[in-house]
């Protein structure tokens, strides 16, 4: 099966007076259909830039500066940005923002923001069936089209937004840290949700958290990434079972585990991105850190199955 998304090589700069922050370094990711790749990482090692890349959104002072990616065997970084904007972003792949809880705007109703997101794409059917259809989708009450944004819960909004993305039908959702801000029990919701529209409406879901514990829960696949690049990768559950990369077994061992009365946090900083230490971008924080890992970077390369490891140690 050929993968829906694939992504080879994408370079996204920053370019600050600091230096050129490299936020996404040469990272090549797979989304097959119907699957769920989760890309866990601290914050700052790049996943959300890799989401905006991925839709177009990069402003100054970033710039994609090299990669590809192909959408059903298409580089649609080569579209125009018009025909982008026209055939791919919203229809194709559409994305839910971190921080999306406060992204409706306070004083239209739920209904006219949704109505105004198939007006702006020419959605050619009837905007109040369409409303009602999405809003039933995601669990909600049709009557919501007509409450303010006030007026729902961090839950209650949090699938509201989920089906305003899936206003014009998209093959991919990108979800940045969509259950962020929710309690535990609303986080559970919106993942069986989102399960859910992955089956029935055949969705792929690219769903990028630093919640590794969330990721058990949904994903089928994933990426971990550090300092803005993929460090390993791989089946989940095995990733899970049995973590290579030492960042990956550090971020396993700070999941928060009920039968551990304290958090182990992984020790130091996130390198500069501007100033990454020279060799392998963990060096500074790993505990197994040896000459090689400071003169010479390692490649992420296949250590066994489907997995994927940047280390010397393999
Ligand atoms: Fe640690 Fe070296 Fe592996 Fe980097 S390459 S993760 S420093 S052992």
Redesign the pocket.
């Known amino acids: 099966m050929s993968p829906i998304l694939s992504i080879e090589n994408l370079s996204i700069h920053f370019y600050t007076p600091k230096g050129v922050r490299k936020a996404v370094d040469r990272v090549s990711l797979e989304l097959n259909k119907k699957e769920v790749v989760g890309v866990a990482g601290e914050s700052g090692s790049g996943k959300s830039t890799l989401a905006l890349g991925i839709m177009r959104l990069i402003a100054p002072p970033g710039e994609i500066v090299d990669g590809k990616i192909f959408y059903h065997g298409d580089d649609i970084l080569r579209y125009s940005e018009s025909e982008f904007n026209s055939k791919i972003r919203w229809k194709k792949i559409a994305m839910i923002f971190q921080g999306s809880l406060n992204g409706f705007t306070p004083v239209f109703k739920i209904g006219e923001q949704i109505e105004e997101v198939l007006e702006v794409h020419e959605y050619k059917g009837d905007f109040k069936e369409r409303v009602k259809e999405l809003l039933k989708m995601v669990e909600l009450d049709p009557s919501v089209a007509d409450r303010y944004p006030h007026e729902l819960s961090g839950g209650m909004k949090q699938r509201a937004f989920i089906a305003m993305a899936l206003a014009l039908n998209p093959e991919i959702l990108i979800c940045d840290e969509p259950t962020t801000a929710l309690d535990v029990i609303t986080q559970a919701k919106i993942i069986n949700l989102l399960k859910t529209l992955k089956k029935d409406l055949g969705l792929s879901i690219i769903f990028i958290t630093h919640d590794m514990a969330l990721l058990s829960e949904i994903s089928d696949k994933l990426y971990i990434m550090y300092a803005g690049g993929i460090m390993e990768s791989g089946n989940s559950l095995d990733i899970y079972k049995n973590p290579k990369?030492?960042?990956t077994q550090l971020l396993m061992e700070a999941i928060a585990d009920i039968n551990k009365d304290y958090i182990k946090g992984i020790p130091g900083f996130m390198p500069d991105l501007a100033n990454l230490p020279s060799g392998?971008r963990?060096?500074d924080r790993?505990p197994?850190?040896?000459d090689i890992?400071r003169r010479k970077e390692?490649e992420l390369k296949k250590i066994e199955g489907d997995r994927n490891v940047a280390?010397?140690?393999y």
């Open positions: 990369h030492p960042y392998c963990f060096s790993c197994y850190a040896m890992c390692p280390c010397w140690l």
